[in-house]
């Protein structure tokens, strides 16, 4: 099956609820700009509602390293992504495995898809597609045109995200196929507060198109 990670989240009963439909992954935001902001001290009660062997995922803009190394502790988290220009120093300094990102223009065009360089993504555990949307940092919740990736050939394990939904999803995993579709907005009431039944439509969206693919 392919792996869903569930961003954004903010509640213990969320985090649980995450879990208990399959998810391989569960997203805290650190990011100060973001609406789905965490505090480290809220962080701890959210990483206690996680089932095992569901990682967790730390999500940073600008922070610093003290910050990142903080948030680690605190959420016990098991990888970190980072949405900024990957550098040596990152891959060097941040104390978990480290999910890359790269930003595809939403609004289309016809000029290579932006990479880390490889010899640092070759040390990241994943990379993560998002669209870039002009002033705007983190995940942006809008859809980008996933024929961009189409033939890309890349050593780590790719990661889709992006104004996914239970609508669309089916289509972006026969489309890129990648190891994992990641989801915050599109499975949600409001910022930060998920929703049942679209968390429920949007994982049985993954398995159906999964099964359809064999």
């Known amino acids: 099956m392919t792996d869903v990670?569930?961003?954004g989240l903010r509640r213990r009963e969320d985090v649980a609820l995450a879990c208990a439909l399959g998810a391989a992954y569960v997203g805290f935001n650190f990011?100060?700009?973001s609406s789905r902001r965490v505090a480290v001290r809220e962080s701890r009660l959210l990483a206690d509602a996680v089932s095992p062997g569901v990682s967790r995922v730390g999500v940073f803009v600008d922070e610093s390293y003290e910050a990142i190394a903080e948030a680690c502790?605190?959420?016990?988290?098991d990888l970190v992504q980072i949405h900024?220009?990957?550098s040596e120093e990152d891959v060097r300094r941040v104390p978990r495995p480290v999910i890359a990102v790269s930003r595809v223009?939403?609004?289309?065009?016809?000029?290579?898809v932006p990479l880390p360089a490889g010899d640092l993504l070759s040390r990241c555990r994943a990379l993560l597609f998002d669209a870039e949307v002009e002033g705007q940092a983190g995940g942006t919740g809008i859809a980008f045109d996933w024929g961009a990736l189409a033939r890309l050939q890349l050593a780590v394990p790719v990661f889709l995200a992006g104004g996914l939904s239970a609508e669309n999803v089916g289509e972006a995993v026969s489309r890129v196929r990648p190891r994992a579709?990641?989801?915050a907005s599109g499975v949600e009431s409001a910022p930060g507060v998920k929703d049942r039944d679209r968390m429920e439509r949007f994982f049985e969206a993954v398995r159906r198109s999964d099964a359809?693919?064999?």
């Open 5 to 7: 990670k569930i961003c």
């Open 31 to 33: 990011a100060a700009a």
């Open 73 to 77: 502790e605190a959420a016990r988290l």
């Open 84 to 86: 900024r220009r990957l």
């Open 105 to 112: 223009p939403a609004s289309g065009g016809a000029g290579p």
């Open 181 to 183: 579709v990641d989801v």
């Open 212 to 214: 359809e693919r064999g």
